[in-house]
T-cell receptor, first 115, second 114 residues
Framework: AQSVTQLGSHVSVSEGALVLLRCNYS??????LFWYVQYPNQGLQLLLK??????LVKGINGFEAEFKKSETSFHLTKPSAHMSDAAEYFC?????????????FGKGTSLLVTP | DTAVSQTPKYLVTQMGNDKSIKCEQN?????MYWYKQDSKKFLKIMFS???????INETVPNRFSPKSPDKAHLNLHINSLELGDSAVYFC?????????????FGPGTRLTVT
């Protein structure tokens, strides 16, 4: 089964600082990778996805992620954090046909943005 | 015009009861899912449902059963509720596109079993 690992359950940055959330994947085939954001008491919203079209993927709200096969990574970045970015972030990988293409999620990273 | 909706948003019930959570999507998608988010916010797939084919995560107790009256609905029935069933349950849908399709999530149902 495909899986992802998120390094760092909590990340704290100052407003205006670079945001870097780490995700490494384990997959025997080229993966489909996703980053989702969850605001308190809400559902999950897609930030961006990698489907092999381009290694640098731009998403909503100024986020982007780079697929690096050599490092099996798909880290999420944003040049300048806003207070409104405080949320839980999940990296996920599509698990393939046998699971009905269900998503396998990482354990999540809680982003705190301080003034 | 909500894409994926769930009812109820909150559900509080006692051990041993039977309950249902409803999910509807108006996106015309072929595939629907149920995920469970535990108290540590870990998300895990429970079921995938596509064209009347059900794929069950082997770790899900058989007290849980999805029922799909039509392509736009996938309801979750839970029998003999246990304390450990307390969690947030998310419904999602996506097009059947070999795994590259985005999944759209509902707002979640917070189930509390007392």
């Amino acid at each position: 089964a495909q899986s992802v690992t998120q390094l760092g359950s909590h990340v704290s940055v100052s407003e205006g600082a670079l945001v870097l959330l780490r995700c490494n994947y384990s997959s025997s085939v080229p993966p489909y990778l996703f980053w989702y954001v969850q605001y308190p008491n809400q559902g999950l919203q897609l930030l961006l996805k990698y489907t092999s079209a381009a290694t640098l993927v731009k998403g909503i709200n100024g986020f982007e992620a780079e697929f690096k096969k050599s490092e099996t990574s798909f880290h999420l970045t944003k040049p300048s954090a806003h207070m409104s970015d405080a949320a839980e972030y999940f990296c996920a990988v599509s698990d393939g046909f046998d699971s009905g293409y269900a998503l396998n999620f990482g354990k999540g990273t809680s982003l705190l943005v301080t003034p | 015009d909500t894409a994926v909706s769930q009812t109820p948003k909150y559900l509080v019930t006692q051990m041993g009861n039977d309950k249902s959570i409803k999910c509807e999507q108006n996106l015309g998608h072929d595939t629907m899912y149920w995920y469970k988010q535990d108290s540590k916010k870990f998300l895990k797939i429970m079921f995938s449902y596509n064209n009347k084919e059900l794929i069950i995560n082997e770790t899900v107790p058989n007290r849980f059963s999805p029922k799909s009256p039509d392509k736009a609905h996938l309801n979750l029935h839970i029998n003999s509720l246990e304390l450990g069933d307390s969690a947030v349950y998310f419904c999602a849908s996506s097009p059947w596109t070999s795994g590259s399709g985005e999944q759209y999530f509902g707002p979640g149902t917070r189930l509390t079993v007392t």
